[in-house]
Structures are given as C-alpha cells and as structure tokens.
C-alpha cells in the first residue's frame, strides 16, 4: 500500500502540473465563468483529454497485487487493474462545469478504461458517469451562487467520488483490491482535487485584484490628465498628459499625435521622436488613416526609418471624437514580451477615457464661441461637479466591486458620449433621449442607492423626435431639489402619449416636496435666481420650444405640497424607418 502511495505521487505530480499550466491559460479561466454552450463543449474537451491522460499514466496493479509503473499503460490483461486519478478529473470537472459535463468527461475516461483492457471491467462507464451526475449535481446545489462550493465541500465531494468508485469495484472485482488502493486513491485524489480548484480560485482572485488595480490606474489617469485635455489637443497638453501616463504605467515610451505631427513623445526613441516634426511610423499613419487600433510585436512592424530605434513592440489606437479620427495614443516596448494582456485592456481603457475627454475640451472650445445662454445649457449637460462626484464614487468600488465599478464607468461614458453627440442636434429620439437619461440615474444610483425610483410610461413611438435634453434637466432638477426634505425614496415617473392636433405630451413628475407657488409661475418664463438653484435651464429650454416649434409648443410647470409635474406639448414628428415602441419600465 506504501509503494502505490508513493507511485501514485508522482502521476499527481503530473497531473498537477498540467493542470497549474492549463489554469494559467486566460482562455481557461474565462471558459469557466462563461458558462454558456460553447465554453461547455470546449470544457468537454479539455478535461476529456485530462482524464485519458490519467489513464495512461496510473500505476499497474497485476492479479497478485503487485504494483509497478510503466511510463505508460496502453494496454491491460483483464485480470490485472490500475490505480490512477481518473476520479480527481471527473470530479474537477463536475465541480467547475456542472453535472452535465462531469457525466460526459466520465463516459469517455470509462468507455477509455474499458478499450485498453480488452474490452473488460465495464462497470468502470457506469461508476464514472454515476461520479460525474452525483458530484455535479451536489456541487452546484452548495455553491450558492459562487463558481465554486466551499473548501470543506471540495474535500468531502471528493472523498465521495472515491467511495462511489470503491463501490463498484468492491461488487464486481472484490474486497481484496479495494482494501489495496482504498486510500493511496481516497487520500490522493481528494487532494488533487482540492489542490486544483485552489489554483483556480487563487488565479480568479488575482484576476480580480489585478482589474481592481487596472481600474483604479485608469481612473487616477483620467483625474491627472482631464484638465489638459480640457485644453485641446497641443504640444504643451500632450506633454504633461505622456508624463503622467508613463510615470503611472511600465511603458518603455507614451507619445500622442494629431493627425499630421507628433504632439508628445515620452521615453525610449525620444531623440528621434521627437514633438513638432511629422509622424515617422508606418504603424501611425496607418490608425489615423484607417481609424483601427493596432498591435505590433516587432520593429519592422512599427515601420520607424531610423535604424536603431530601441522600440520592439507598441500599441496604437486611435483618439476620436464624434466618429473623427483627432490623432493617437501611442505605447512602445523595448522588449516585445513586455506587450501582454494586460497592458492592451490598460491602453484600451485609456482610449476611451483621453476619447471623452477630448470631446469634453472641444466642446467647452465651441461653448466660448455661443452665446452665454447656450453656455449655461452646455454646462448642465457637461456637469464637472457630476463628472467628478462620479469618479469619486467608482473610485470607492474599485476594491469592493471591481464589475460594478467597471459598469459605472462605462455608464458614465456613455452619458458624456450622448451628451456630446446629442449636444450638436437640436432634436433627438426619444429612444436617445431615454437612454441618455439612464446612464445619468444608474451614475446617481451608486452615489445614492435606493434613494431615487425612475419609472417610464411611453406610449408613443421611441423615433419621435424631441428637444434634447428635454427629460434631463427635469430629471436633473427633481434629483437636485425635490426630495431634499425627506429620507424616503424619491418617485421620478416620466412619461409620453399622443395629443390632439398631432401633437405630443411630454411629463416628469416627482413626489417631492414641492416649490413655491410664484417661483413655480416664473421657472421656464425668466432666469431665476435663488439660493438653492437657478431656473436658467428651464428658461433655456423654453426659448427652444418656441425657436423649434413657436406657438405650437408649451411648457407648464405645476408644483404642490405633494409634487412637481413638468409638462412639454410639441408636435409629433418621427424619423425615418422608426421602429414600433414596446412600453418599458425601471425601478
């Protein structure tokens, strides 16, 4: 028994040392927190081959019981057995991709064990498929919602399986053979098992820890460097924004173009790139050409005609703003295997961010040129107070929620994207409007969770087109000022049907505490100035109305100790191919 503990040893051994080698792979993680058809059919696969191996490579047991080691076993006299880790795969796969899974990875260790024994001992088939539907089916009932079961479950499914296998080679091969291999196989296969969802565990974790990080960067960056971007895309600003980049990352050298010149080159090759003077790569011409992001692992890929440029590898993405190309991110390697992963979702990330903040900067350029009244609505839509009461807030998840944190930050890409984009049209759909609107309460719901229910009630076509930004600044003055005296959560109900005359009613309705009823008669008529807010975007928002439509658009604001209601009528007008409007809540 001691020497088929110490053989079987070292067949683990091996196994695990495939197995650390197979959870090192990205491509495996991300097959097991999938879960969807495809990644099951690939984790059939992978652990079919696995449990094949483990055939191969068990320890011999011939009918006397003595036990010796081939370096493989290909075949087997039916009167001889093995002891191998076939259990420890069926039950790894079972606990990581589900019954499912562990019953057809079991079928094929079986129906493998039975064909190199001369077609003998088939009771192996149906011991394994029994262990891969048992231990799947109790392992995804304990996991309570975690990809995993708890480690006291890992080791007691373990243990199972081995007693599931001990079973039947009791009923059909005797008692003899058990009492020999119950626990040199008991002990090692449990621990394997243990062993190799620990690894798992310890890879996902580092995962996590290691986006929360990345995110933190990118969010530190985008605080570091909004303020020079704010200033527009030039020499002194790309210089600052290449410094602060490089200083937070491992980038050999950061440089930012416009569409003709290097603006900022930081790092190795500076002394040939060099700011002022044209673009010199290849590999630059052709993003800011083509729009497309680029990855090179070579010098003659990166196309630089110096001949001793120390640059061996880069990434280049391009910085665009309303689907124009204004110039490039660039980040180089002396060392092309310094160029992973996670350098790409780093640089990838940066692209969006320094993407709106250039939007941001040219936008604030147009609103100088606008009159003051225009400023101010550019303003509520540009918020820098909310951009960075935002960041502050996905700043204070990144180590609790590093996914929701990626979530906010994407809602608030897309709030300042639509703002942007939606800023340059007089109207917008209604269905554009409503999701500009939905960032902007899922970024508010993280600041204040629970603190604010938004419904919707439209019953017209989501292609009607309205003033942007319509629903907005109603949305935004109720969460600004209605509900101020009172902790229970606030009801935001905002709603569209069709009128008479073609026309259609646009309402926000809160449940707040209500305004003053001559400040209620002047919002939307005047500028109003008070302690607690201006009434400058209603005000702005009404000269729309009547520059869109003139007399065929009103704006009435009605207010009570028990709400406010805010109410738009102007005439129906759908672009073209609308698609039909399926009414839609949220809460």
């Known amino acids: 028994m001691f020497n088929l ?3 079987l040893t070292e067949r683990l051994g091996l196994i695990m040392i495939l197995a650390f080698l197979l959870v090192n792979m990205r491509f495996f993680r991300n097959l097991i927190k999938q879960r969807t058809k495809k990644s099951q059919i690939w984790l059939t696969i992978i652990f079919s081959l696995f449990v094949i191996l483990a055939n191969l490579t068990g320890v011999e047991i011939t009918n006397s019981h003595e036990v010796f080691m081939p370096a493989l076993i290909t075949s087997l006299t039916q009167a001889d057995s093995i002891a191998n880790t076939r259990t420890l795969v069926i039950t790894t796969a079972s606990l990581t991709a589900g019954p499912y899974v562990g019953m057809i990875v079991g079928l094929v260790g079986g129906l493998h064990r039975v064909l190199f024994s001369n077609f003998s001992d088939y009771f192996y088939i149906f011991s394994s498929i029994i262990i891969g539907l048992v231990i799947g089916k109790i392992s995804d009932h304990v996991k309570q919602g975690n990809l995993y079961p708890s480690n006291g479950w890992v080791i007691l499914l373990g243990i199972t399986a081995d007693l599931i296998q001990m079973g039947f080679i009791d009923l059909f091969r005797g008692f003899a053979l058990v009492r020999l291999i119950f626990w040199p196989m008991v002990i090692l296969n449990t621990i394997g098992t243990f062993l190799f969802v620990e690894i798992l565990k310890t890879y996902m974790s580092n995962e996590q820890q290691l986006r929360a990080v990345q995110t933190k960067d990118v969010l530190e960056l985008a605080n570091k460097t909004l303020p020079y971007f704010r200033q527009g895309l030039d020499m002194d600003s790309a210089h600052h924004v290449c410094k602060i980049i ?26 040939h790139h060099i700011a002022g003077e044209p673009i010199l790569t290849d590999l630059s011409k052709s993003v800011i050409t083509t729009g497309q992001r680029r990855i090179v692992y070579s010098a003659t890929a990166i196309g630089c005609p110096q001949p001793h440029c120390p640059l061996a590898a880069a990434m280049v993405v391009p910085l665009e703003v309303n689907h124009q190309t204004m110039g ?7 060392d092309a295997r310094k160029l992973t992963v996670v350098e790409e979702n780093l640089v990838t990330g940066l692209q969006n961010i320094f993407s709106g903040q250039l939007a941001m900067g040219l936008a604030e350029e147009q609103a100088s040129l606008v009159t003051e009244a225009q400023i101010k609505e550019l303003q509520v839509q540009i918020n820098p107070h909310f951009f960075f009461n935002a960041i502050n807030t996905i700043l204070a998840l990144i180590r609790i929620n590093p996914d929701k944190a990626r979530h906010a930050l994407m809602q608030l890409s897309i709030f300042f994207r639509s703002s942007l984009q939606n800023g340059q049209a007089t109207q917008i759909t209604l269905q554009a409007e409503k999701q500009h609107v939905d960032a902007y309460m899922d970024i508010e719901e993280l600041r204040f969770p629970n603190r604010f229910i ?13 003033p942007s930004f319509c629903l907005q600044i109603f949305v935004e003055n109720a969460i600004k000022h209605a509900f ?6 606030g009801h935001i109900k905002i709603s569209a049907r069709p ?11 809160d449940d707040g505490c209500g305004m003053d009823a001559q400040l209620c ?15 400058t ?29 805010f109410t738009i009528v102007c005439p129906i007008q759908i672009v073209k191919e609308a698609q039909p409007y399926a009414d839609s809540h949220r809460g």
């Open 5 to 7: 503990l110490i053989l």
């Open 246 to 271: 490089k200083n937070y990352t491992n980038f050999d050298a950061v440089g930012l173009t416009d569409q003709v010149n290097v603006l900022a080159h930081v790092g190795a090759g500076s002394d």
């Open 328 to 334: 490039a991110l660039k980040v180089y390697f002396t």
């Open 454 to 466: 938004l419904t919707y009630d439209l019953q017209i076509n989501d292609q009607v087109l309205v």
């Open 484 to 489: 101020k005296k009172t902790n229970q959560p």
């Open 499 to 509: 009128v008479a005359d073609n026309q259609v009613q646009i309402q926000v309705q």
């Open 521 to 535: 008669q002047q919002l939307g008529q005047q500028p109003i100035n008070e302690t607690n807010g201006t009434g």
């Open 537 to 565: 975007a209603l005000y702005n928002l009404n000269c729309r109305l009547r520059n869109l439509y003139g007399n065929q658009s009103t704006l009435q604001v009605q207010s009570n100790s028990a709400g406010s209601t």
